[in-house]
């Protein structure tokens, strides 16, 4: 809209001046005089794409007609975009301009050669219809220039700002982690550790041991958490992630703890992409750990399918015998973060509670 309204006022502009209200009055016919104001008009519109047709019609119709308004508009648009030698060309072409016009009007006479040929005349008008637009245009494009730095200082300022409160949450959190949860999985730890020495009997030797291993473990993996926190950028030397070759020691732990739990596989295993061997590992993972904590000692069928370009996980559980004596605690939100990191791989996983009391997890993963 606003190259629309420049290109009417150009238009406008350039047929008075060619008529002789505020220019010099010109001989030719109102229909061509029209026609060239309109060629000046449409090239203003067109400078949202390029000015140059712009300043080429305002140099052939200052010589001509003494036609200021395409060139002085074109001064304007030049001082936005040139600097350097393309500008000093430009002053350059509009000198050589100049004195093609006074060499026009010289030779045509009467008004003509009074606005051109003149020597105050022709400075006044080309300093108007030139050099002021052309330092306006200069002003504006400087202007410009320090607001974008300025903005760029002040959204560089903001990313600094909002990296050091991340580093500082993320080592508070570690802090956090630290103080409270490792402290509490060493005691137990350590407890474990001295109720395997103190031990009546070879069950409570192996439970005890078993719980000092998973506590270590855990202990291990909360280590690598705290160096990502705490590492700029949030990386840090953490251990190998865990595939599937690891599920057989997940699935031995929780039946060390009293599930029964039993792996099938069916299709030709073969090599998938670690994201996918991760994200299935974890699938196990959460499922079991639901096991434990509302099915008690519910016999549980872990299924790894190897289909022809997916990978398919299911654990089911069967109704559990007795259910735990005292619930763990947790926030709820396993099989929601669970369910989101099966999607970002483009699979799906469903849940559902199956006849008499069983629970399914079913995840299939794109591979």
Known sequence: MRFVLLGAGVFAASLLVVKGQIGVPSGLPLPVLVGVAAVAGLAAWQARRSWWPLAAVGAAGY????MWPPLLVASYYAGLALSGRRLAAYLGGCLAVCGIAALAGAGRGGPYELMT?????ALILALAVIG???????LVRTRR??????AERREHEHVLRAERARAQERARIAREMHDVVAHRVSLMVLHAGALEMRAADEETERAAALIGGIGRE????????????RTPGGEGAVQPPPTLGDLDRLLDQSRALGIAVA?????????VEPAVERTAYRVVQEALTNVHKHAGDAATDVLIRYGPGELEVEVRNQPPGSPPEEELPGAGWGLVGLRE???????TLRTSAQDGGGFLVSARIPA
């Open 218 to 229: 855990a202990l291990a993996n909360l280590r690598d958490v705290l160096g990502v926190l």
């Open 132 to 138: 002021l637009p052309l330092a306006l245009g200069l």
């Open 341 to 347: 990191r099966v999607e970002l791989l483009g699979g």
């Open 263 to 271: 792996r099938h596989d069916e299709g030709e295993a073969r090599p």
């Open 63 to 66: 010589v001509w007609l003494v």
């Open 145 to 150: 220039e320090a607001a974008g730095e300025r």
């Open 117 to 121: 040929a003149t020597t105050g005349n």
